[in-house]
């Protein structure tokens, strides 16, 4: 369908700039140099390994979108900031926590499948936002979502300088944080196909890591560790499953969504993925697996094996503010060297985790600048499909890790989570905002759900649920601030609250901006066919067996 221009956005037909459509960020590339990928006109570039639109390449697998929706992001803020959430609301709150938004990424993910199954463009939800809402919607979301990414980077660098000054103080922070950010820029510029490979595997020895862990604590809990007593449940009689109530509770919130934030990434990476139709879906029902292994057995075997009040008189150096959970469990089975041991898998858990931080805050920021949203020169990729600007410019924000040089590794953390934590919760209401006007604009255009590819299950009622449930988190997470009173964090708590409607209502009033109305709506331009689309191995008319059938309803 043709649509009249949009009013301040300049943005026709489809919702891009002319610019993304022309080639002129995309180094060149709006087709394939790739001599064995077909370039006919009609497919509209649906099958070449350069997008044509923003100019990334498509070289992330099925089994890399899959790999990094299970355990991409899993680092530091599952394996030591969990800590402060045991100490701030005890095990019981841990485990209500991450049940509660592990429901809500559930509810968030079903209806993101729905529409990146569908619209696998450059610019995922900030780009959804423009189409279905209003081009200020997807300002705010998107520069929303890039403050998690900046954030979550520069803890990452905190976390992994602050292991090597732990393991060796002969080198100042500051000289690893310039060490490990020149090595992970330059990885960066290799290109997603190497991204997508290292991420494979640095996830499968998370996920491998994670499991030994829950093995241990078994094994611990039973009385299986010879010298050390079994010791069960008592850490939920002594010193209890609570602490400090419901304001203990609440606090656990800001912190899990941290740990969860990341789960939305297959989105971003959807545009730079050859199969999206398959990949996409495939990894949206793998997040229930990460949710219920991942996230729901850590908090029940974190609070199994670490009592709540082991953190009372941990200080804010290095070493000693690096300690999770799983330290002072192997600490206190008798394995007094488990610090090394777990700093050492933070360490890899950190590789990992700041490689996918970059690469999902460049892409953002890409898409953001190939969009209007951003500073233009960040929308730039060379003819290998790579945005050095963008890489080159995230990089750069995760340089905020240095607060720690000033205030310590534990205070510095608390001040990013709070701050990536409220974020998190904006932007995953306006994912399911989004889904909402996208079927009102689907069936007022007069299509019926059995023509998409992928169908969020329970609508309209999850994604009702999941704009509601954020809202309410989003107001609700720095209730531990107010009694007593403490400015300082309920500043850090709230800081970001409006900083959503300023943006929406500044960037509404400059460039004029509207609402669109459903009939205006444009549900065609952005859908594309899989690049190995010919290449299936099952056909859909073979039998499933009955494993598959259950696992694919999840």
């Known amino acids: 369908m043709s649509l009249p221009e949009r009013p301040g956005d300049g943005l026709t037909d489809g919702g891009k700039d002319d610019y993304a459509y022309n080639g002129k960020y995309a180094g060149g590339g709006g087709g394939s140099s790739d001599p064995e990928v077909p370039t006919d006109p009609s497919d509209n570039g649906d099958f070449n390994a350069i997008d044509p639109h923003s100019g990334v390449k498509r070289g ?76 200020a919607f997807g300002v705010a979301v998107g520069w929303n979502y890039y403050i998690i990414w900046f954030c979550v980077l520069a803890n990452e660098y905190n976390v992994i300088s602050s292991i090597c000054v732990f393991w060796s103080d002969k080198v100042p922070l500051y000289g690893y944080f310039l060490l490990f950010w020149t090595a992970f ?116 075997f974190f609070g199994l094996t670490c009592p709540s009040n082991a953190f009372a008189n941990i200080d804010g150096s290095a070493g000693r503010a690096l300690k999770s959970p799983m330290t002072i469990a192997l600490q206190n089975a008798g394995f007094q060297g488990g610090v090394h041991l777990i700093n050492a ?44 600007p963008a890489i080159v410019f995230t990089n750069l924000c995760g340089a905020l890790s240095m607060m720690n040089v000033s205030t310590g590794a534990s205070k510095a953390y608390g001040y990013i989570v709070n701050l990536s934590g409220v ?62 009173f403490d400015a300082g964090n309920f500043v850090d708590a709230y800081i970001l609250l409006p900083l959503f409607p300023i943006i929406y209502l500044g960037y509404k009033f400059v460039f004029k901006t509207k609402l669109w109305k459903l009939h205006e709506i444009d549900l065609q331009s952005g859908q594309r066919k899989d690049l190995e689309e010919a290449k299936k191995v099952v056909q859909s008319g073979q039998p499933k067996k009955w494993y598959q059938t259950v696992f694919k309803s999840l």
């Open 60 to 135: 992330l697998k099925t089994r890399h979108l899959s790999m990094m929706a299970l355990a991409g992001i899993i680092g530091p803020g599952l394996l030591v900031g969990s800590g402060g959430a045991l100490a701030s609301g005890g095990p019981a709150s841990l485990i209500i926590g991450f049940g509660v938004i592990g429901i809500i990424a559930w509810s968030i993910m079903q209806s993101l499948g729905e529409l990146t199954t569908l619209y696998p463009s450059g610019g995922a939800f900030t780009a959804l936002g423009d189409r279905f809402v209003d081009k």
């Open 345 to 388: 898998f933070i360490f890899v858990t950190c590789v990992s985790a700041v490689n996918s931080s970059i690469y999902i805050g460049s892409r953002t920021i890409l898409f953001m600048a190939q969009d209007g949203k951003a500073p233009r020169f960040l929308g730039w990729t060379d003819k290998r499909g790579v945005p050095i």
């Open 185 to 300: 820029l330059g990885f960066q510029l290799l290109g997603v196909e190497t991204f997508g490979e290292a991420e494979f595997w640095l996830a499968l020895l998370k996920l491998v890591g994670l499991i030994a862990y829950f093995l241990f604590s078994i094994i611990y809990a039973s009385g299986g560790v010879i010298g050390a007593p079994a010791i069960g449940f008592s850490y939920w009689n002594d010193p209890g499953p609570f602490v400090d109530g419901f304001k203990g509770v609440a606090s656990v919130f800001v912190f899990c969504s941290t740990f969860y934030a990341g789960v939305e990434s297959v989105a971003v990476a959807a545009t730079e993925t050859k199969n999206p139709r398959v990949a996409v879906p495939l990894a949206i029902r793998q997040v229930f697996i990460r949710i219920i292994v991942v996230y729901m057995g850590s908090a029940f």
């Open 423 to 484: 974020s998190t919760f904006i932007v995953w209401g306006a994912i399911s905002f989004i889904h909402i006007r996208f079927r009102a604009a689907w069936k007022a255009q007069g299509r019926s759900p059995e023509e998409l590819p992928f169908r969020a299950a329970w609508f309209p009622y999850n994604a009702w649920f999941g704009l509601v449930a954020n809202v309410f988190l989003a107001f609700i997470q720095g209730w531990a601030t107010l009694a007593p």
